[in-house]
């Protein structure tokens, strides 16, 4: 590839990194907020964490939705167009959400329009860079969301003791608003692609044969398992660290969850430099080696960070960081593998089949994590145990990922991935 094409590539990926930066503002919101809008709109922990969960399952059905209109009517088309919608519905839910069962409405309707900005943004992204470098690019971009949700953190805790959570919402539904300008600028010049099909393949059923590819389910089943633990971590930590500054400082409720937001937002730094990470070392040291190593580590992490809750803070960020590291760094690896395994035609496909069982485990998980929150309290545990059970509830599900990735690893057709490194 020549010094222009490169230079050319790398502006492209830049501008549409931005965009996803900017739509990921709404994501996590909600999340640096739960300390407030539990008392403020009487939740336990389990409606809270179910508010999440209609996010997850909104945003669900939105990757499924997506990913056969991309390959119908061509990713770039349906980016854009969904873009519009995630828009409108992120300010809409930052303006009229008031309680328990409108946050869950438009919580969940602002996730159902929001998969527009994932999915077709990975096709696109296979579908300009090769193989050897199509890990770097899909990290830079999850590492793009992943700031984005570092930066609502931050906006959130910062604006909410001068504005309220109201208005740090709005400041934040104004992202997806600056994404969508972003988006057209980035895909101005980008043509439509859409994989014509023979003759002999236009009968062809694609979910039965993303269903029916061992290699390509075995990615799958190993995405579903680490969406658990990554989505209910995300979902959580600025609770958790929330709860950790309370413990610690003995801070009131609003100042604490504005502290825990901020923590959370330095421990989510980890997961741009993981998504990064995990894209550059599986390009070079393989696949399946890397979401073995990464799955095993971040799945540990799930299993001990609750009992720690009494370690100092600056501690606790530090290894906070270190597992949103090893959460997020090897999802840009899954989304790799996809492409790699299934037929061009198909990928849109094989992301709505991934988005089914992964999101769909990853809607639940937020909600078990608050049922065992409420359990735990219920029994009056201490706040170690609480806490600790709770992540547990993620990390014993996170451990069966890196099974599913042993079992591709010994597969031959795990050579088909990043030019046979496995």
């Given amino acids: 590839m020549s010094t222009a094409n490169r230079s050319s590539d790398t502006h492209w990926l830049l501008w549409l990194c931005a965009s996803r930066t900017s739509f990921a503002l709404m994501f996590t919101a909600y999340a640096a907020a739960i300390p407030l809008l539990k008392p403020e709109w009487g939740m336990s922990a389990g409606e809270a964490g179910l508010i999440q969960s209609a996010w997850h399952g909104g945003y669900l059905f939105s990757l499924v939705a997506v990913g056969f209109l991309a390959d119908r009517y061509g990713a770039k088309r349906v980016f854009l167009f969904s873009s519009i919608a995630s828009s409108i519905s992120a300010m809409v839910f930052a303006l009229f959400a008031e309680s328990f069962l409108t946050g869950a409405i438009l919580y969940g309707l602002t996730g159902l329009f929001s998969g527009g900005s994932y999915t077709p943004g990975l096709t696109l992204i296979a579908e300009r860079f090769q193989t050897a470098g199509r890990g770097r690019a899909m990290g830079f971009y999850l590492a793009a969301a992943s700031g984005g949700y570092a930066l609502a953190l931050l906006l959130t805790g910062a604006l909410t003791p001068l504005i309220g959570w109201r208005g740090a919402f709005i400041v934040n539904a104004a992202g997806p608003v600056l994404g969508t300008l972003l988006a057209l600028y980035a895909l101005r010049a980008t ?145 790799t593998a996809v492409t790699e395994l299934v037929p061009p035609r198909h990928i849109g496909a094989a992301y709505s089949v991934r988005s089914v069982l992964g999101f769909g485990a990853g809607a639940i998980a937020p909600w078990v994590f608050g049922l065992v929150l409420d359990a735990a309290g219920a029994a009056q545990a201490s706040p170690a145990i609480t806490w600790g059970l709770a992540w547990c509830s993620l990390g014993v599900i996170a451990l069966f990922s890196p099974v599913a990735t042993w079992r591709l690893r010994r597969m031959p057709e795990a050579t088909q991935m990043a030019n046979g490194k496995r």
Wanted: include cysteine; charge should be neutral; hydrophobic fraction near 50%.
């Fill in 191 to 335: 043509p439509n692609v859409i994989h014509p099909r023979s003759a002999e393949q236009a009968g062809e059923k694609p979910v039965a044969m993303i269903l029916n590819n061992k290699p390509a389910m075995l990615v799958t089943w190993a995405y579903t398992f680490h969406s658990w633990e990554m989505l209910g971590m995300k979902a959580w930590m600025p609770a958790f660290l929330s709860a950790a500054a309370a413990y610690s400082t003995g801070s009131n409720a609003t100042a604490s969850a504005s502290l825990g937001a901020g923590l959370a937002a330095i421990a989510y730094i980890g997961s741009m430099g993981g998504s990064v990470t995990g894209g550059w070392l599986s390009d070079r040291m393989g696949r399946t080696w890397t979401m073995l190593v990464l799955a095993t580590t971040s799945a540990a992490c799930s299993l001990a960070l609750g009992w720690l809750i009494g370690l100092p803070l600056w501690l606790l960020v530090i290894i906070c960081a270190f597992y949103s590291f090893t959460a997020v760094g090897d999802s840009s690896v899954f989304s």
